[in-house]
């Protein structure tokens, strides 16, 4: 976690920013609200990756472009509002 702070830091972001929450099975929005609360930390992943030998796995350009998408997609069913149908 402080190497978090660090790397949130060194990223030039606000310090304050909320922390990713972590994505729970057993409630339909966690994986939203962990994308939601991630991707404006993505600067500060990739400064934690640079940093901290111990963080093996970083995600990929590309997967932070789908993790985008989704966020986008899962948005209105989060806010009650689906404008498709299935």
Not at 19 to 42: E, F
Not at 66 to 77: G, R
Request: proline share 7%; aromatic share 12%.
């Amino acid at each position: 976690m402080e190497a978090f702070e660090r790397a949130i830091v060194a990223s030039n972001l606000d310090p304050k920013i909320q922390h990713p929450s972590k994505d729970v099975p057993t409630r339909w929005n966690a994986t939203y609200l962990m994308i939601q609360s991630s991707v404006p930390l993505i600067l500060a992943f990739k400064q934690l990756q640079m940093d901290d030998n111990k963080f093996k796995v970083c995600t990929s350009a590309l997967e932070w472009k789908e993790l985008v998408v989704m966020e986008q997609f899962l948005e209105p069913f989060y806010k009650g509002k689906p404008s498709i149908f299935f």
